[in-house]
């Protein structure tokens, strides 16, 4: 994923993905990020580091675990 640390927003949309990777919670400069209609239950803890995350769409997932901070 090292070509993407200067990614400031990513759509993963529609992929069917079950999981995200722990490795997201690098891509630091991410301002907004699309997961929409997928079939995740829950977010890696990593999502914590993306402090300059301010969008983040979850819609039509099934998330059931949000981590803490």
């Known amino acids: ?9 990513f759509n993963l949309s529609d992929n ?4 995200l990777p722990d490795e997201l919670g690098n891509l630091t ?3 907004e990020l699309r997961v929409m209609n997928n079939q995740l ?3 890696p803890f ?4 993306l402090s300059n995350l ?3 769409h979850l819609k039509n997932n099934q998330i059931t ?3 803490e901070n």
Not at 1 to 9: D, E, I, S
Not at 16 to 19: A, G, H, S, V
Not at 46 to 49: D, G, K, L, N, V
């Open 1 to 9: 994923m090292y070509p993407l640390l200067k990614v400031k927003y």
């Open 29 to 31: 400069k991410l301002i």
């Open 46 to 49: 990593s999502i914590s580091r």
């Open 16 to 19: 069917r993905l079950i999981k």
């Open 65 to 67: 675990y949000l981590p």
């Open 41 to 43: 239950k829950e977010l």
């Open 54 to 56: 301010k969008e983040l």
